[in-house]
């Protein structure tokens, strides 16, 4: 079966730090191009980072410098590492699959919560 | 960047209701404009890619169609499954979201 498993979400205090996984089964990650989004409780989505095909990291600016993506080709996993955190971070976190860097998401998964409070 | 204007925020409409969602790029985005569905606790769901394809298994009460920077999701008769939220999102450099729609029962 084709699918984006998350994990990792979880409750943080404020500036400290959490890493999210993004297992694919049916793909390859590394040959697709590969994002997180994120939503806010009630607010709508918001592009986090991207990372395409040929390695390249891409980041919205409001998570540049705190939150790095990478892969893992052997495990065919995606990671969010969040550093710094913010209450304003906490979401849902959804990984997302698109077919090249001007492709729409055709797959997401079901989405990891993170919360930051003190 | 490219910011995505969406409208309404609400819809309030009826089953069987022709209903219509306004989307607007800030610049060109050259028809790189996909249409979501999203349902509570669910992640989004690809209904329309390109402005106007429709993604394989969406039903063709779905449509979509660009006038420049101007974009439109119509949903041809509104089924009790279509009330959700509705996301436009560019695609032509990175990704934006619209702001969302809400299609509530009126």
């Known amino acids: 079966e084709v699918q984006l498993v998350e994990s990792g979400g979880g409750l943080v205090q404020p500036g400290g730090s959490l890493r999210l996984s993004c297992v694919a089964s049916?793909?390859?990650?590394?040959?697709?191009?590969m994002s997180w989004v994120r939503q806010a409780p009630g607010k709508g989505l918001e592009w986090v980072s991207g990372?395409?095909?040929?390695?390249?990291?891409y980041y919205a600016e409001s998570v540049k410098g705190r939150f790095t993506i990478s892969r893992d080709k052997s495990k065919n996993t995606l990671y969010l590492q969040m550093n710094s955190l913010r209450v304003e971070d906490t979401a849902v976190h959804y990984c997302?699959?698109?077919?090249?860097?001007?492709?729409?998401?055709?797959?997401w998964g079901q989405g990891t919560m993170v919360t930051v409070s003190s | 960047d490219i910011q995505m204007t969406q409208s309404p925020a609400t819809l309030s409409a009826s089953v069987g209701d022709r209903v219509t969602i306004t989307c607007r790029a800030s610049?060109?985005?050259?028809?790189?404009l996909a249409w979501y569905q999203q349902k509570p606790g669910k992640a989004p769901k690809l209904l329309i890619y390109?402005?106007?394809s429709l993604e394989s298994g969406v039903s063709s009460r779905f449509s979509g169609s660009a006038s420049g920077t101007e974009f439109i999701l119509t949903i041809s008769s509104l089924q009790p499954d279509d009330f959700a939220t509705y996301y436009c999102?560019?695609?032509?450099?990175?990704?934006?979201f619209g702001q969302g729609t809400k299609v509530e029962i009126k």
């Open positions: 610049q060109s985005i050259n028809s790189w």
């Open positions: 990372i395409y095909s040929g390695g390249n990291t």
């Open positions: 997302a699959r698109a077919q090249s860097g001007v492709s729409p998401f055709d797959m």
């Open positions: 049916g793909f390859t990650v590394s040959s697709h191009y």
């Open positions: 999102q560019q695609y032509n450099n990175y990704w934006t």
């Open positions: 390109q402005a106007s």
